[in-house]
């Protein structure tokens, strides 16, 4: 298995309320509905770039011919007025667009980058707002502008669905993780311009005071640990022992540990984390060598998680599919690339393993730190 989170190059949340303000350096990115005044409803979207360059590079020199997905995660800073089911769409944008330097409110208004009704800066390159061309489409109420987007591709032979939609209740995960594989496949087939994902409730510019889910996520500019990103993942997945004598583990009572972790990693570090295991009571034989000198292979069924020490968030949880352990001849190992992880945190490494009907989780002090570098 193989995960691998790029950040984004640029982000900025547009306001119909205040159509000409950037918020190109906030630290918040929202999607709303809000009621202002007399009868008057308003909308906030937000777009996410990230570098057309580093997402071929992870396909083409990471990921190659494995099977693979890719998520655009952000993470909940504040969530108000969510109704039972709230929705969120997520298309990729047409038309280029300029980050600028403004905060939301700022005074005086910073107008030097993208708006509800700019591209870039004010008066310069309006949103399209009529003659869009196939498959494009824009949404406003009296508030013209708001962002141009894709919503079909057939007319150029991709007719999968290009969007992204994540239903929000009571009880659900308040992050948002939208598959956007089909998004990126058409930007590295070129079919479209890599401008960029829009995000925008699927309801909007709805005059209902009961009604005003407010929704935001954490930016690229943000002062936490939980920057958007976008996640790659894909199945490396590769049992090849070769001419090794070592058998699989055949005891519930086990002593598992990691070897190949020196503690401390670079963020551009990859490294091969090799588990050691071994019965915790081996049998009772004659032999001159050390029984404890003998590794043991895993179960198929073995997977393995990272969590932040300190909060104690899965940054990478339990997958069946993404986080199987592979073995060589050596024993069981998994690759980890440090990119994805926050520097100047611990982390822990959690090993999951199914045998004999039972499920057991490991996580005897795993510890490693990714330090700035």
């Not at 409803?41 to 396909?59: H, P």
């Not at 925008?200 to 920057?227: A, C, G, L, M, R």
Request: glycine share 6%; with cysteine.
């Amino acid at each position: 298995m193989a995960f691998y989170r790029l950040f984004p190059t640029q982000d900025a949340t547009l306001y119909s309320e205040y159509p000409t303000q950037n918020t190109g350096l906030d630290e918040i990115l929202e999607a709303s509905l809000k009621v202002s005044g007399l009868e008057d409803a308003q909308a906030s979207r937000f777009l996410i770039q990230f570098s057309t360059d580093e997402i071929n590079e992870v396909l083409t020199n990471k990921i190659g011919t494995s099977s693979w997905d890719s998520y655009l995660k952000c993470f909940i800073a504040n969530i108000e007025g969510l109704n039972l089911s709230t929705t969120l769409e997520l298309y990729p944008v047409y038309g280029s667009w300029n980050m600028g330097t403004g905060r939301y409110l700022d005074s005086p208004r910073v107008t030097n980058g993208v708006s509800w009704q700019y591209r870039s800066f004010e008066g310069s390159n309006a949103w399209l707002t009529s003659s869009f061309p196939t498959g494009v489409t824009a949404s406003y109420s009296s508030s013209v502008g708001g962002g141009t987007w894709y919503y079909n591709l057939s007319s150029s032979g991709f007719t999968a669905s290009i969007s992204a939609s994540q239903l929000f209740n009571y009880a659900s995960d308040k992050d948002l993780s939208m598959n956007v594989k089909n998004i990126i496949t058409v930007w590295s087939q070129s079919l479209i311009n890599n401008n960029g994902f829009i995000c925008k409730q699927q309801t909007e510019f709805i005059y209902d005071v009961d009604i005003q889910p407010e929704i935001k996520y954490f930016s690229v500019d943000t002062h936490t640990i939980y920057p958007p990103c976008l996640e790659f993942r894909w199945r490396d997945y590769n049992f090849n022992t070769g001419s090794s004598t070592n058998t699989f583990i055949n005891t519930q009572e086990i002593t598992v540990n990691i070897a190949e972790n020196p503690g401390v990693f670079y963020p551009s570090s990859v490294n091969k984390f090799r588990i050691n295991c071994r019965p915790t009571y081996p049998p009772r034989v004659f032999q001159t060598a050390s029984l404890y000198l003998t590794n043991y292979y895993l179960p198929t069924a073995s997977y393995y998680a990272i969590k932040d020490l300190y909060t104690n968030e899965y940054i990478i949880d339990f997958d069946d599919q993404y986080t199987q352990l592979s073995a060589d001849e050596y024993g069981s190992y998994f690759t980890l690339y440090m990119n994805g992880l926050q520097p100047e945190r611990y982390y822990e490494i959690l090993i999951k393993t199914m045998f004999g009907g039972a499920t057991q989780i490991f996580e005897d002090n795993y510890y490693f730190k990714v330090v700035n570098g």
